[in-house]
């Protein structure tokens, strides 16, 4: 049995992590591990990235999360099935609404058990300084079959008194150690990276840095041997993590998605209704219905039916209709205009079929996902109230405002990387204009990570 890696944080744990997900899988492929598990700091951010990159290297996706509990302690949970995940979002969501600081996160201990269900948990020494009470609130909260006691080994001093501590409890309590390497990046030079930024968090410098830096440079992807050589007297803390692997069958890729139905009158599907309204939008866009226009009409509707998209043009029909009906500006671009269908339903302006457009360009049979159709809203409280409408309309699980990650543009990377370099403001401002703010060639590139 292979060794698998079940405790790893990438770069979407700000300022904690050092590589990204698509650097750690890559590193998990080359060490020929069947599976990697992600668990990032309060939040599954990284995790679509991460089943996308696992994929492409033919390795399975672990999804899980590393808790801050609300005394500070970290509690890591993985993600056995799909009602875990589940829980797992909604338990972050409502730790998140609480906090009155961004990006703080505090989980409730007393609220553990309610979203327990679907959960692997993770005893690892900060959680289990009061050993007794914390050890069978974890089982009573999680199941005693679903707690495992984590053992890691960096070689720092006092390390080996802890793990014997751990050692004695999983003994005391009937429950199965887990050897992880708690990873922070992908390979062992990844530390430097992790010093500056660690640097960065702390506002402080490398001089000054001192024992809030790593000891050494051990917290990287290492492979089956290496892992099985460190827990040469616990071999079962090895083999382990392949058993506990394999009871995780949950994928990001069997959550898919189901667009809300859309109502539509009695005695219709939505495909017929669709069909309905963008023959009626024909007669009054067209003076008259060419075989051309009446040929693109068809074989457009057609595939829409075939992939079952029907619902989504309703849906970006019916805003666009409330936004006329009330007096807000909107207006479909981008590839939706090559489609004759969206100008019959009068969500983009442009005759396609006039202006000779190529409808694949926006939707084809090797699409992968929903066709993209951007419509151009006004800002200020005329935006808000459309926003405020669909999630009346579809309520709050039928909605959602997409998520952005903001990441640091070169330059006020670079002035970050010179402060924690302890660099002089005279030189963090000459370093810094060696980098572009924006895309120019003349100007130096920083590493991804960075």
């Given at each position: 049995?292979?060794?698998?890696?079940?405790?790893?944080?990438?770069?979407?744990?700000?300022?904690?992590?050092?590589?990204?997900?698509?650097?750690?899988?890559?590193?998990?492929?080359?060490?020929?591990?069947?599976?990697?598990?992600?668990?990032?700091?309060?939040?599954?951010?990284?995790?679509?990235?991460?089943?996308?990159?696992?994929?492409?290297?033919?390795?399975?996706?672990?999804?899980?999360?590393?808790?801050?509990?609300?005394?500070?302690?970290?509690?890591?949970?993985?993600?056995?099935?799909?009602?875990?995940?589940?829980?797992?979002?909604?338990?972050?969501?409502?730790?998140?609404?609480?906090?009155?600081?961004?990006?703080?996160?505090?989980?409730?201990?007393?609220?553990?058990?309610?979203?327990?269900?679907?959960?692997?948990?993770?005893?690892?020494?900060?959680?289990?300084?009061?050993?007794?009470?914390?050890?069978?609130?974890?089982?009573?909260?999680?199941?005693?079959?679903?707690?495992?006691?984590?053992?890691?080994?960096?070689?720092?001093?006092?390390?080996?008194?802890?793990?014997?501590?751990?050692?004695?409890?999983?003994?005391?309590?009937?429950?199965?150690?887990?050897?992880?390497?708690?990873?922070?990046?992908?390979?062992?030079?990844?530390?430097?990276?992790?010093?500056?930024?660690?640097?960065?968090?702390?506002?402080?410098?490398?001089?000054?840095?001192?024992?809030?830096?790593?000891?050494?440079?051990?917290?990287?992807?290492?492979?089956?041997?290496?892992?099985?050589?460190?827990?040469?007297?616990?071999?079962?803390?090895?083999?382990?993590?392949?058993?506990?692997?394999?009871?995780?069958?949950?994928?990001?890729?069997?959550?898919g998605y189901e667009f809300p139905d859309f109502p539509v009158p009695a005695g219709h599907s939505m495909n017929s209704f669709l069909?309905?309204?963008?023959?009626?939008?024909?007669?009054?866009?067209?003076?008259?219905?060419?075989?051309?226009?009446?040929?693109?009409?068809?074989?457009?509707?057609?595939?829409?039916?075939?992939?079952?998209?029907?619902?989504?043009?309703?849906?970006?029909?019916?805003?666009?209709?409330?936004?006329?009906?009330?007096?807000?500006?909107?207006?479909?671009?981008?590839?939706?205009?090559?489609?004759?269908?969206?100008?019959c339903l009068g969500i983009t302006p442009v005759d396609p079929v006039s202006n000779h457009l190529v409808f694949e360009r926006f939707?084809?049979?090797?699409?992968?996902?929903?066709?993209?159709?951007?419509?151009?809203?006004?800002?200020?409280?005329?935006?808000?109230?459309?926003?405020?409408?669909?999630?009346?309309?579809?309520?709050?699980?039928?909605?959602?405002?997409?998520?952005?990650?903001?990441?640091?543009?070169?330059?006020?990377?670079?002035?970050?990387?010179?402060?924690?370099?302890?660099?002089?403001?005279?030189?963090?401002?000459?370093?810094?204009?060696?980098?572009?703010?924006?895309?120019?060639?003349?100007?130096?590139?920083?590493e991804a990570q960075i």
């Amino acid at each position: 049995m292979a060794y698998v890696e079940l405790h790893t944080c990438s770069a979407f744990s700000f300022l904690r992590g050092a590589s990204f997900p698509e650097q750690l899988t890559e590193v998990a492929a080359e060490l020929e591990m069947p599976a990697l598990a992600l668990l990032d700091r309060n939040g599954v951010y990284g995790a679509q990235r991460f089943s996308v990159a696992a994929r492409e290297q033919k390795i399975r996706a672990i999804t899980g999360c590393e808790l801050t509990m609300e005394d500070g302690t970290p509690l890591p949970v993985l993600v056995a099935n799909r009602i875990g995940y589940k829980n797992l979002c909604e338990l972050l969501t409502q730790a998140h609404l609480r906090s009155r600081v961004k990006g703080e996160c505090a989980v409730k201990w007393t609220e553990l058990p309610q979203f327990a269900e679907g959960f692997i948990a993770l005893g690892s020494a900060r959680i289990l300084q009061n050993p007794d009470q914390r050890a069978q609130f974890l089982i009573d909260s999680f199941g005693r079959e679903n707690v495992y006691v984590e053992i890691q080994r960096h070689f720092l001093r006092g390390e080996d008194r802890v793990n014997k501590t751990l050692i004695d409890l999983a003994s005391e309590f009937r429950l199965p150690l887990l050897a992880t390497n708690g990873v922070q990046y992908a390979k062992p030079y990844g530390r430097q990276v992790l010093d500056v930024f660690t640097c960065i968090r702390e506002h402080t410098h490398l001089d000054l840095a001192g024992k809030l830096l790593t000891q050494n440079s051990e917290r990287h992807l290492k492979r089956d041997a290496e892992m099985r050589a460190i827990f040469r007297d616990l071999p079962d803390a090895v083999t382990n993590t392949e058993r506990l692997a394999e009871r995780l069958d949950f994928s990001l890729e069997n959550i898919g998605y189901e667009f809300p139905d859309f109502p539509v009158p009695a005695g219709h599907s939505m495909n017929s209704f669709l069909r309905t309204m963008v023959l009626f939008g024909a007669q009054q866009r067209y003076e008259a219905l060419t075989k051309k226009v009446k040929r693109q009409l068809e074989e457009e509707l057609a595939l829409i039916t075939r992939l079952g998209f029907a619902g989504y043009f309703l849906i970006v029909w019916d805003i666009v209709n409330f936004c006329r009906e009330n007096n807000i500006m909107v207006q479909g671009r981008g590839s939706a205009a090559n489609s004759a269908v969206c100008f019959c339903l009068g969500i983009t302006p442009v005759d396609p079929v006039s202006n000779h457009l190529v409808f694949e360009r926006f939707l084809n049979e090797s699409r992968k996902g929903w066709p993209d159709i951007d419509l151009d809203l006004p800002s200020g409280d005329r935006r808000e109230r459309v926003i405020q409408e669909i999630y009346r309309r579809y309520g709050k699980h039928g909605a959602a405002m997409t998520a952005n990650v903001i990441s640091y543009r070169g330059r006020s990377a670079a002035r970050e990387i010179g402060k924690a370099l302890n660099f002089s403001p005279s030189i963090i401002d000459r370093f810094s204009h060696l980098f572009a703010s924006g895309d120019f060639p003349h100007t130096l590139e920083l590493e991804a990570q960075i």
